[in-house]
């Protein structure tokens, strides 16, 4: 090494990949490097360093970048499942030929597309951190496909004309207080549910909390009861999509739906609303949604067109969007933080206009014969509506 001392013996390859004259070019620039002091073993030994796949570049990109949980498992599971073979190249070997071959045999083209748009997103990465120059998939997407546009958002929800039938298939097909079920005479009460009720109590009251809160389903279905607090009357929710904590306000509704569960023989430990197996919260409510939707006559519910109903319910009251928008925990810039610490008051309020839209008479109801509250509530659809203490 640097032509003297250390001797550096390094093999060029086999001899029957080389012709002789290649061999003795390929050694000259070996021994050019050896007397300038490089030690090719070490150049070979860094490159291997640095050598990534997609898949292994997606594993370093999810634990840097502050993703949501969803999108970090979407990610490794998305990238290495469409992309097969092509996500265990070495990133700097990637071409637009080897993205064109790839999509021409790609089977799910929408699920192709997102995972195309999370490899742009990759490489981009791998750019600034200076794994490569390029980045191919993007040359890809823009120039050989000519970008893929972005599909509108869905725009699906439960309409003000619908609202009605809706909740009453929901009340029909909801198991009522045990109290009540048990009862030898029904009438009179009987009529809001069928005989043989088949959506649970912690579905039933999971859909609820969803339809008058528009929060979304996983935020609320990792609600623990160390984030529900009885004495300030609020629920919290940690980690959600905008980055922020989301405090509401505990209406007179969600509070008899909480000390409910928080009374029931029933009540899981850590969670609010636990599966049927009681080994984790709630995650698929898709059955119960299709059960309500064969009730009323309605095409296909998802949990987040509850979100979205919610947030047309606040249009067709004439909320402002900066209201909207606090309801809905968005991150918006002209929401400020100090607007909503002080208005916790009418972040309540606003969440009564909203269930009282939604409900009606039948909110009454629902805390006598679902949350055991007291029968003065169920004032019924022709009685004047009395003012009652708020929380009892």
């Known amino acids: 090494l640097n032509g003297i001392g250390k001797r550096i013996y390094i093999t060029i390859g086999d001899c029957d990949l080389f012709t002789a004259e290649e061999a003795r070019q390929l050694a000259r620039e070996l021994l050019i490097k050896i007397k300038t002091g490089i030690n090719p073993k070490d150049e070979i030994k860094k490159e291997e360093a640095t050598s990534k796949t997609i898949e292994m570049l997606c594993q370093e990109y999810v634990e840097i970048r502050p993703l949501a949980e969803s999108t970090k498992k979407d990610y490794l599971y998305r990238v290495p499942q469409q992309l097969g073979k092509l996500a265990n190249k070495d990133i700097k070997d990637l071409d637009v030929q080897d993205f064109v071959f790839w999509w021409r045999n790609a089977k799910a083209k929408e699920s192709a597309k997102v995972a195309l748009r999370y490899v742009s997103a990759l490489l981009n990465y791998a750019k600034v951190m200076k794994y490569v120059t390029e980045n191919v998939a993007q040359d890809f997407r823009r120039g050989v496909l000519g970008g893929i546009p972005t599909k509108p958002p869905k725009q699906t929800h439960i309409a003000r004309d619908e609202i009605e039938d809706w909740i009453v298939s929901f009340v029909k097909q909801s198991v009522p207080h045990q109290k009540y079920l048990n009862l030898e005479d029904k009438e009179g009460i009987s009529d809001y549910w069928n005989d043989e009720p088949t959506i649970r109590d912690s579905v039933r009251d999971y859909i609820l909390f969803l339809l008058l809160t528009g929060k979304r389903k996983t935020e609320v279905s990792n609600l623990t009861?160390?984030?529900v607090d009885f004495k300030k009357l609020t629920i919290t929710l940690e980690k959600t999509k905008s980055g922020k904590t989301d405090v509401i306000p505990m209406t007179n509704m969600l509070w008899h739906m909480l000390v409910y569960r928080n009374k029931a023989p029933s009540k899981h430990l850590e969670?609010?609303?636990?599966?049927?197996?009681?080994?984790?919260?709630?995650?698929?409510?898709?059955?119960a949604l299709q059960k309500i939707d064969m009730g009323c006559g309605k095409e296909h519910t998802t949990a987040h067109d509850l979100r979205r109903t919610f947030a047309t319910m606040t249009k067709e009251l004439g909320m402002t969007n900066q209201d909207t928008a606090i309801l809905l925990n968005h991150s918006k810039r002209d929401v400020t933080e100090g607007y909503i610490i002080v208005s916790w008051k009418i972040k309540r309020a606003n969440l009564d206009k909203v269930e009282k839209l939604i409900l009606g008479y039948i909110s009454g109801w629902m805390k006598v014969y679902w949350y055991e509250g007291s029968e003065g509530w169920d004032q019924g659809p022709d009685e004047p509506q009395e003012e009652r203490e708020y929380y009892f």
């Not at 609010?272 to 409510?285: A, K, L, Q, T």
């Open 225 to 227: 009861w160390s984030n």
């Open 271 to 287: 969670f609010v609303f636990p599966n049927r197996y009681r080994s984790g919260p709630i995650i698929d409510i898709r059955r």
